[in-house]
Every structure is written in C-alpha cells, then in structure tokens.
C-alpha cells in the first residue's frame, strides 16, 4: 500500500511539472493497459472485415496484416517516445502540443476528435446490423440505444468497473480464438479447405509486387488503430512514462499474433475467394465458422463479436475519446465544461455523456459506409503531425543526433511512419477529403479565434518551457 502511494506521489510531481494538477484517479498497472489496448483494437477485429482483406490481398489476408503491422509499427514507437516524455493525457494532442507548439497541437488534437467521434457511431452500427442478423425482427434502434446507454454509463462509472468487464470479455476472446483455431485445424486435417498446411495466405511470390504491398499496407494499417488510445490513459496509469509506451508494444505484439493465427486458418479453410459473392465476402469468416463448426458454432461466434464489439471495443473507445476531450477542456481550447471532472467517480463525465449522444446522431443521419469513409482521416492527418514532432523535438531542438541510435530512433523511424502514412492518405474517397478538409477548416478557425491570432497559449504554457 504503501509503495503504491509512493508511485502515484511520483506520478503526480511529474504530472505538476508540466502545469497540471492530478484530478483523475490513478491506478492502473502495466497489464490494466495492455488490457485496454487489446482490447480496443479487438484480437477478433478480422472475423468483421476478413473477406474483404482475403479478396483485396489475392488470398493473401496473413501476409497484408502482416505488412500493415509493419507499416503502422513505426508511428507506435513515435508514441512510446513521446509518451515517455511527456507522460500526459490527451495523446497526440498532448504531443504534438509539447513537441511543435500549442497552435499546432491544437490541430492535431481537433483532426484526431474527428476519428474519436464517429468510430463509436461506426461500431454501434455495426452491432445493430449484427444484433438484427441474430434475431430477425428485433428493432434495430433498440440495440443502438441499449449499448449506448450502458457504455456511457459504464465510462462515468469509471476504469475500475472498465477494467473488470474487460477481463472477462478479454477472457472469452481468447477462448474464441483458440477454438476457431482449434476446429479449423481439425477440419483442415480432415481434408477440407485446402486439406493441408501451406504457405499460400502468407507468401505467393507470383502475386507479390510493390503495389501489391503499397495496396496491402493501405488495407490492413488501419486494423491497427486504436493502439494510440492506450495514451490517453496517462494519467491513470501508474509509471505512466515506462507503462504507457510499453502496454503499447505489448498490446502490438498480442494483436497480430492473433491476427495471423486466424487469418491463417480461415485461409485454408475457404481457399476459394475469388469465387465469393459480395453477400459472402461480407460476412465470409462466419460461413467459415459455419463450414467448422455448423451454425451452432457460427451463432456463437456471432454473439461474441457483438459483446466484444459492442461492449469492450466502444467501451474503450468512448473512454479515449472521453479523456482526448478532458485534456482539451482542461486548457480551455474547446469549452472548459469538458473539463470537469465526476466529483465521485474522478473520470471526465461530460465528455462520457457527450460522445454517446454524438454516437446517437450520427448513427440517425449517416449510413455504414459514409462512417466508415470518414472514420480514418483525421487518425491518419494526426499521426503524420506526430511523426514530425518526434524528429523536430528530439533531432532538432532537442540535439538528440550523437549516436546511431540516436538517428534510428528520432529521424529514420519517424520519416519512414510519414511516408508510410501519406501514402496511405491518397487514397481515400472524394467524399472523405471533403468532409475532412472541412472539419480542418472549422478547426483552423476555432484555433485563430480562441488564441486570438496566435496571440495566446493555454495557461499551463504561460508560465513553462517543457
């Protein structure tokens, strides 16, 4: 007890360097935020869009997770650096704000609101959907509003309530993993799909080319958002300046272990997508677990994917988006009122409160695909601005250039995510572009006239030079 009360003692004298005050309550531990992490990303966020993948990636689903690993590997370890350095919460926000300057980490904080806004809209209607498919008739606003309800409530409620509802979700993915797996192999072995272990959903080397790998990296990057999310939890996470940047590697390393185990086998087990239907490709890796396990199986997985998505994943969303909101509150850039905090609980209930109701009117106004198009550009527009940070703050100002190390980490690695990431950025639709560069523009002017002309700097700034 004792050592624990030193910790967060400690946590809070960092935390006060950088001219705030401790107002959310810290306890969270190295294995709390891996929890999170996975679970935001969702170690089962193939079964959704696998058939899409299998068909983009010419059968070739492990390899393009694989490569997007890879790609979006290199903004995580601009995350573990930042965060070590700035162990606030607010995420790219924070960073970026810390890293370039107050302006442009308004910016970034504003482009990645736009990500943390409809992703919980895009999610619960994804739910509905699935909700619906389960049990034809029921009223498909009734599952928005049910899920809604509950995770606001659950994020009010605050992270040690999160927490435990996480374990045993966490828990039951797992065992879906292991037993999709587990009757994929038996089914395989038993001569169906392609009867046999092969290498083909990793490596065709006919097939691989460049803009093969350019399109994979387009497809699958963006299966790994959500890590970032693990930042915001800065400020309940004992140690955050070791824990944070490492639940986020941690949380990495699990996802695409899981990832590629049952890409592998659903893989094998339908080997023939280029003769798929789009209502099959739609919802091909549940007629994979109808193919190895009969309906039984597949009603079950289906259940799965609609708590873990509907629960854990927006649950863990709603909270990153909470506490983005909280930190900009806090510095009065956006109204203070998101500052506040729950006298009780000691968690960011407006900001709880307020991404439901987005959530609610969104899903009203917008169908599946206009959420989906819109959801990736302001996390992608953000990464870049904190690829940038990186190099300008440890290279540049920070003369971090010495070693070989050095250059590895705070040049060559951050350059690489904002190439990565730009090219990623080309290829959105018309209507993703348009609907992005407004909410820029609406930002930008937010930005000019809270600062008044670039006059003025929240007040944690005035007084400070980290």
Same mark, same amino acid.
């Given at each position: 007890?004792?050592?624990?009360?030193?910790?967060?003692?400690?946590?809070?004298? !960092?935390?006060?360097?950088?001219?705030?005050?401790?107002?959310?309550?810290?306890?969270?531990?190295?294995?709390?935020?891996?929890? %999170?992490?996975?679970?935001?990303?969702?170690?089962?966020?193939?079964?959704?869009?696998?058939?899409?993948?299998?068909?983009?990636?010419?059968?070739? !689903? +492990?390899?393009?997770?694989?490569?997007?690993?890879?790609?979006?590997?290199?903004?995580?370890?601009?995350?573990?650096?930042?965060?070590?350095?700035?162990?606030?919460?607010?995420?790219?926000?924070? %960073?970026?704000?810390?890293?370039?300057?107050?302006?442009?980490?308004?910016?970034?904080?504003?482009?990645?609101?736009?990500?943390?806004?409809? +992703?919980?809209?895009?999610?619960?209607?994804?739910?509905?959907?699935?909700?619906?498919?389960? #049990?034809?008739?029921?009223?498909?606003?009734?599952?928005?509003? #049910?899920?809604?309800?509950?995770?606001?409530?659950?994020?009010?409620?605050?992270?040690?309530?999160?927490?435990?509802? =996480?374990?045993?979700?966490?828990?039951?993915?797992?065992?879906?993993?292991?037993?999709?797996?587990?009757?994929?192999?038996?089914?395989?072995?038993?001569?169906?799909?392609?009867?046999?272990?092969?290498? =083909?959903?990793? /490596?065709?080397?006919?097939?691989?080319?460049?803009?093969?790998?350019?399109?994979?990296? !387009?497809?699958?990057?963006?299966?790994?958002?959500?890590?970032?999310?693990?930042?915001?939890?800065?400020?309940?996470?004992?140690?955050?300046?070791?824990?944070?940047?490492?639940?986020?590697?941690?949380?990495?390393?699990?996802?695409?272990?899981?990832?590629?185990a049952q890409t592998y086998i659903a893989s094998l087990v339908q080997p023939d997508w280029a003769s798929w239907s789009e209502e099959h490709a739609n919802n091909a890796f549940f007629y994979g677990c109808q193919l190895?396990?009969?309906?039984?199986?597949?009603?079950?997985?289906?259940?799965?994917?609609?708590?873990? &998505?509907?629960?854990?994943?927006?649950?863990?969303?709603?909270?990153?988006?909470?506490?983005?909101?909280? !930190?900009?509150?806090?510095?009065?850039?956006?109204?203070?009122?998101?500052?506040?905090?729950?006298?009780?609980?000691?968690?960011? /209930?407006?900001?709880?409160?307020? &991404?439901?109701?987005?959530a609610l009117v969104l899903v009203a106004i917008l169908g599946m695909a206009d959420l989906a198009t819109l959801v990736n550009f302001g996390a992608l527009a953000s990464f870049i601005m904190l690829n940038f940070s990186?190099?300008?703050?440890?290279?540049?100002?920070?003369?971090?250039?010495?070693?070989?190390? =050095?250059? #590895?980490?705070?040049?060559?690695?951050?350059? &690489?995510?904002?190439?990565?990431?730009?090219?990623?950025?080309?290829?959105?639709? +018309?209507?993703? %572009?348009?609907?992005?560069?407004?909410?820029?523009?609406?930002?930008?002017?937010?930005?000019?006239?809270?600062?008044?002309?670039?006059?003025?700097?929240?007040?944690?700034?005035?007084?400070?030079?980290?």
């Amino acid at each position: 007890m004792a050592e624990t009360e030193a910790k967060a003692k400690g946590a809070n004298a !960092s935390l006060e360097q950088f001219g705030y005050k401790q107002e959310l309550r810290r306890g969270m531990g190295l294995w709390d935020v891996v929890l %999170y992490g996975v679970l935001f990303m969702v170690i089962i966020a193939p079964h959704s869009i696998w058939g899409l993948v299998q068909q983009q990636g010419l059968g070739m !689903s +492990t390899l393009v997770y694989l490569v997007g690993f890879v790609a979006i590997g290199f903004t995580a370890l601009s995350y573990v650096r930042m965060s070590g350095r700035f162990p606030i919460a607010g995420s790219v926000y924070s %960073y970026v704000q810390r890293g370039l300057n107050p302006h442009a980490g308004f910016m970034s904080g504003w482009l990645i609101l736009l990500d943390y806004c409809i +992703t919980p809209a895009l999610l619960y209607t994804m739910v509905a959907n699935w909700g619906v498919m389960l #049990v034809p008739g029921s009223p498909w606003w009734l599952w928005v509003i #049910v899920f809604v309800a509950f995770n606001t409530f659950v994020n009010i409620r605050g992270v040690s309530l999160t927490r435990g509802i =996480d374990f045993v979700i966490f828990a039951v993915e797992i065992i879906a993993v292991i037993a999709f797996v587990a009757l994929g192999c038996n089914f395989i072995l038993g001569g169906g799909g392609t009867g046999e272990f092969n290498m =083909d959903p990793v /490596w065709q080397p006919e097939e691989v080319t460049p803009s093969f790998l350019a399109a994979g990296i !387009s497809i699958a990057a963006l299966n790994f958002l959500g890590f970032d999310g693990i930042s915001t939890l800065a400020e309940e996470t004992e140690r955050p300046e070791k824990n944070i940047g490492r639940g986020i590697l941690i949380a990495l390393g699990i996802i695409i272990v899981c990832f590629v185990a049952q890409t592998y086998i659903a893989s094998l087990v339908q080997p023939d997508w280029a003769s798929w239907s789009e209502e099959h490709a739609n919802n091909a890796f549940f007629y994979g677990c109808q193919l190895i396990g009969g309906d039984i199986f597949m009603k079950i997985m289906l259940v799965i994917n609609i708590v873990a &998505i509907g629960i854990a994943n927006i649950m863990n969303a709603q909270l990153a988006a909470s506490r983005l909101l909280y !930190s900009m509150g806090r510095d009065k850039v956006i109204p203070s009122i998101f500052g506040k905090v729950h006298p009780k609980y000691k968690t960011p /209930w407006v900001g709880s409160i307020f &991404i439901g109701v987005v959530a609610l009117v969104l899903v009203a106004i917008l169908g599946m695909a206009d959420l989906a198009t819109l959801v990736n550009f302001g996390a992608l527009a953000s990464f870049i601005m904190l690829n940038f940070s990186v190099f300008w703050f440890f290279f540049i100002k920070e003369g971090k250039r010495k070693t070989f190390g =050095d250059w #590895v980490k705070y040049l060559i690695c951050p350059w &690489i995510g904002i190439i990565i990431l730009a090219y990623v950025f080309t290829g959105f639709q +018309t209507m993703t %572009y348009i609907m992005g560069i407004t909410w820029f523009v609406i930002g930008f002017i937010i930005l000019v006239v809270k600062s008044k002309g670039f006059k003025e700097v929240p007040e944690a700034f005035k007084h400070l030079d980290v």
